[in-house]
C-alpha cells in the first residue's frame, strides 16, 4: 500500500464547473484513485443525463417533448420523485415542474451528484472526505480522527471575507444571487427574484440541502420558519442590507 | 425537538454594495435556470505534475498545454521546486476556462497567501467575457485568502467555480507547498 499525506485534493471538471474532492488521514492512494474514479464516472453520468445545456441529453430532450418519462434512463424518475418530495417539504417554494421551459430538476441535481459520487468514497480508510460541487458541500468524518470539518460560508458582497464559519457534519448547500444575477423563480409570483441575498441550509441530505436552500432564497422569513420545523435541517440568511438570520441551532462556530 | 422563534444572529456590515453583484449577468454555472447557451465540455483539464510548462504572453489565444478526455486531476501535496518558506510566488499553468486561456499567480509568505492574481488571461477580446473576467477573477481570488485565512476545510456560497482558475490555482499551490 502506497500511503500519501493528508489532504489530497482530486478535481473533477463537469458540469459546468469545477467539482472538488478533498480525502483526509494518510490512505492508500491506490484504493483513493480507484474510488476517486467512481466518483468522477458517477458525476459524468448525472451530467450525461441531467444537463439542459447538451440539447440532446435526456432532460432536455424530455423539456422538449421528444421523449416520454418512461422513455428516460430510470434514475429521471427517481430524481423528479425527490423533486416532488421536496417539493412538498417546501409547501411548494421548491418547484422544478414551474419554470419556464419545461421541468427542471437542476436545482436538486448538483446537490444529489455531490453526494452519490461521496458514497463512492465511503469505503476508504481515510478520516473523512469533502465532496464540493460549487458550494454544494456533502462530506462525512473530519479532518482528524474526533474532529469536524469547518466550512466558511462567504458574504455574497465580498468574497474575500466570510459572514460566518459553521460545523459541517454532513452537508451544506448555499444559494444566492450573487454570482449569476436574478436566476431564482418565485413559483407564486411567476417572476425571477430572490427574498435574501445568500440563503444557507445543513442537514443530511445534500440534494434536500440543495432544494431547501433555493426555497429560502426565494421564499425567504417564510421558508425559514418551515425549515425550522423539519428535523435536522438548519438555515441561515443574509439579506441585503447586511442582517443574518438563523435558526436557533444552526451550527456556527463561535471563536 | 424542534423549536422557535427564528433569531437575528447579527448584522454583516456593508453589504449594501451586494448589488454591484446583481447587475451582471454571468451566468455559467449548471444550475441557471435560463439564458446560457454553452457550457464547459465534460472533460478535464489534464495538466501532468510535472509541468514547468510558461505561457505565451496573453492575448495570443496560446493553447493550453494538454486537453484529455474525461479525467481526473490529483493535487497531492508532494515535492516541490520552490521555496516553502518566506516570501515568493508561482504562477500555475495556462488552463482553459469558459471562454479562454488564463493563469493563476499566487503570491504566498510561509503557508499564508498573501495575494491571487491572474498570472495571464486571454479571453479572444469578446467583451461578455472580459466583462465576466473583471468581475469573477477577483471572487475566485479572494475566496482562495478567505479559505486560508481561517481554519476551515470548504467554502459556500457565491462560489463563482472557474474551472480553469481553480485548476491553475491549484498547480500554483502545489508549487508553493502550501
Redesign the interface.
Known amino acids: 500500500m502506497t500511503e ?2 493528508s ?12 467539482v ?1 474532492i ?1 480525502l ?1 488521514g494518510p490512505h492508500d ?1 491506490s484504493a483513493a ?1 480507484a474510488a ?2 467512481r466518483a ?1 464516472d458517477v458525476l ?1 453520468d448525472v ?2 443525463v441531467f ?4 440539447p440532446t441529453s435526456p432532460v432536455s430532450r424530455l423539456r422538449r417533448g421528444e421523449v416520454t418519462l418512461g422513455e428516460t434512463p430510470p434514475q429521471v424518475a427517481d430524481v423528479l420523485d425527490l423533486c416532488q418530495r421536496a417539493k412538498t417539504l417546501s409547501v411548494g417554494w421548491f418547484d422544478p415542474w414551474s ?3 419545461g421541468v ?1 430538476p ?2 436538486y ?2 446537490g444529489w451528484a455531490a453526494q452519490l459520487a461521496l458514497d463512492e468514497l465511503r469505503g476508504l480508510d481515510v478520516t473523512g472526505a ?1 465532496v ?1 460541487a ?4 456533502a ?1 462525512f468524518g473530519g ?1 482528524e480522527t474526533g474532529k469536524v ?15 460566518a ?1 459553521v460545523e ?1 457534519r454532513a452537508c ?3 444559494s ?10 418565485n413559483p407564486f409570483t411567476h417572476e ?1 427574484s430572490s427574498a435574501v ?2 440563503a ?1 441550509v445543513t442537514g443530511p441530505d445534500l440534494g434536500v440541502c440543495d432544494a431547501l436552500a433555493t426555497a429560502l432564497s426565494v421564499g425567504g ?1 417564510d421558508v ?2 418551515l425549515i ?4 435536522g435541517y438548519e438555515a ?1 440568511t ?13 451550527p ?1 462556530v463561535h471563536d | 425537538m ?39 465540455p ?4 489534464s495538466v501532468p505534475a510535472t509541468t514547468t510548462t510558461t505561457h505565451n504572453s496573453a492575448g495570443t489565444g496560446a493553447a493550453p498545454t494538454t486537453v484529455a478526455p ?1 479525467t ?7 515535492t516541490t521546486t520552490v521555496p516553502t518558506s518566506g516570501v515568493r510566488s508561482a504562477t500555475g499553468p495556462l488552463v482553459n476556462y469558459y471562454f479562454g486561456v488564463l493563469s493563476v499567480k499566487v503570491t504566498a509568505n510561509g503557508k499564508k497567501i498573501t495575494a491571487v492574481t491572474l498570472g495571464s488571461i486571454s479571453d479572444g477580446g469578446n467583451p461578455r467575457s472580459q466583462q465576466i473576467d473583471q468581475y469573477a477573477t ?3 481570488a ?2 482562495a ?3 486560508q485565512s ?14 480553469g482558475f ?2 491553475s490555482l ?1 498547480y500554483a499551490l502545489k508549487k508553493l507547498g502550501i
Open positions: 500519501v499525506a489532504p489530497t485534493r482530486h478535481l473533477i471538471e463537469v458540469m459546468g464547473t469545477v472538488t478533498d483526509f492512494s484513485h476517486i474514479g468522477r459524468v451530467d450525461r444537463s439542459t445545456y447538451k419554470l419556464p421551459g427542471d437542476t436545482g441535481v448538483k469533502i464540493n460549487a458550494g454544494d458541500i462530506s479532518p470539518f469547518r466550512t466558511g460560508i462567504v458574504r455574497p458582497d465580498d468574497a474575500q471575507r466570510l459572514a464559519v459541517l451544506l448547500a448555499t444566492g444571487e450573487a454570482e449569476r444575477g436574478a436566476h431564482l423563480y425571477f441575498a445568500s444557507s422569513h425559514m420558519v425550522d420545523t423539519i428535523e441561515m443574509l439579506d441585503a442590507t447586511g442582517t443574518m438570520r438563523a435558526t436557533p441551532d444552526f456556527f | 424542534k423549536r422557535s422563534p427564528i433569531v437575528a444572529v447579527g448584522t454583516v456590515v456593508g453589504l449594501a454594495s451586494v448589488l454591484s453583484f446583481h447587475s451582471s449577468p454571468a451566468k455559467i454555472s449548471l444550475s441557471s435556470a435560463t439564458g446560457v447557451t454553452t457550457t464547459l465534460t472533460t478535464t483539464t474525461t481526473t486531476t490529483t493535487v497531492a501535496p508532494t477577483p471572487i475566485l479572494q475566496e485568502m478567505a479559505a481561517s481554519n476551515i476545510q470548504s467554502i459556500s456560497g457565491a462560489s463563482y467555480t472557474s474551472a481553480q485548476m491549484q
